[in-house]
C-alpha cells in the first residue's frame, strides 16, 4: 500500500463543476502540499497544509490530521484547470512523498 | 526572483553516455531536492542537499547516479553511463528551510531520453 493515495486517478468534467481530489496518507506529517502540474510544464506547489484550510482564488484545501485526509476543491471550474494536481506529505525528514496524481480534464 | 533554473530543458543522448543536468536554485534557499518523474513510478526524490551537503541520498538507483552541489547556487545530477530506463523528466526544486512554513518551488524540469 502506498504511502500517500490519492483518488480519483482521472477525471473528466464539464465546465462550472465542482470538483473535489482526494488524498490520504498513511504516515505522520508534518505538512502536506497540493502541486499542479500542466502537460509539458513545471510543477507548482498550490498550497501548503498543516492544518485546517487554505482558499486562494477558486482553489480551497483541507486537511483533517485525526483522519490522515486531504481534500482539493475547485469551484467554478474552467478548462485552464485541466492539469495533474499530485498530493504530496512531508514527514519527519524533509523529503516530500508523492501520491500518483489526478489528472483532471474539464470540457468547455 | 528568476525561480529554479535547470538546464537542459530537453536532452537527447545515446545509451552509454554521460548526460549532466544542471540547476541554479533560488537565492538564498538553503535546501535542494532531485526528482526523478516517470509514469511508471511519478515522482521520485533522489537526493536532497541543505546548505550543500547530502543528507539523503537513499533514492540514488545506482551508482551510475552522482550529484554534487559545489556551492550554494548550483547542482549538478550525473548520469554515466546513462540508460534507456534512465528516461525521465528530472525535477530540481529548492526551500528555504531555514524557518518552517515554507513551501517548496520547482524548475521546469529536464526532459531526458536515453535512446
Known amino acids: 500500500k502506498n504511502e500517500v493515495e490519492q483518488s480519483p486517478q482521472n477525471l473528466t468534467a464539464q465546465e462550472g463543476e465542482f470538483i473535489t481530489i482526494n488524498c490520504s496518507y498513511s504516515?505522520?506529517?508534518?505538512?502536506l502540499h497540493w502541486l499542479q502540474q500542466h502537460p509539458g510544464g513545471g510543477i507548482v506547489s498550490l498550497f501548503m497544509l498543516s492544518s485546517g484550510k487554505k482558499k486562494h482564488g477558486r482553489l480551497i484545501a483541507t486537511i483533517n490530521i485525526q483522519e490522515k485526509h486531504s481534500s482539493l476543491h475547485i469551484t467554478a471550474s474552467h478548462p485552464r484547470d485541466s492539469a495533474v494536481y499530485i498530493c504530496a506529505v512531508r514527514g519527519g525528514a524533509q523529503k516530500l512523498v508523492f501520491g500518483q496524481g489526478t489528472r483532471l480534464t474539464i470540457n468547455p | 526572483d528568476a525561480g529554479v533554473i535547470q538546464s537542459p530543458r530537453h536532452e537527447v543522448t545515446e545509451m552509454g553516455q554521460e548526460v549532466t543536468l544542471r540547476c541554479k536554485p533560488i537565492s538564498g534557499h538553503n535546501s535542494l531536492f532531485w526528482y526523478r518523474q516517470t509514469m511508471m513510478r511519478g515522482l521520485e526524490l533522489l537526493i536532497y542537499f541543505n546548505n550543500n551537503v547530502p543528507i539523503d541520498d537513499s533514492g540514488m538507483p545506482e551508482d551510475r547516479f552522482s550529484a554534487k552541489m559545489p556551492n550554494a547556487s548550483f547542482s549538478t545530477l550525473k548520469i554515466q553511463p546513462s540508460e534507456p530506463r534512465d528516461s525521465a523528466v528530472y525535477f530540481c526544486?529548492?526551500?528555504?528551510?531555514?524557518?518552517?512554513?515554507?513551501?517548496?518551488?520547482f524548475g521546469e524540469g529536464s526532459w531526458l531520453t536515453v535512446v
Open positions: 526544486a529548492s526551500r528555504d528551510d531555514s524557518f518552517s512554513g515554507n513551501t517548496i518551488y
Open positions: 504516515v505522520g506529517i508534518s505538512a
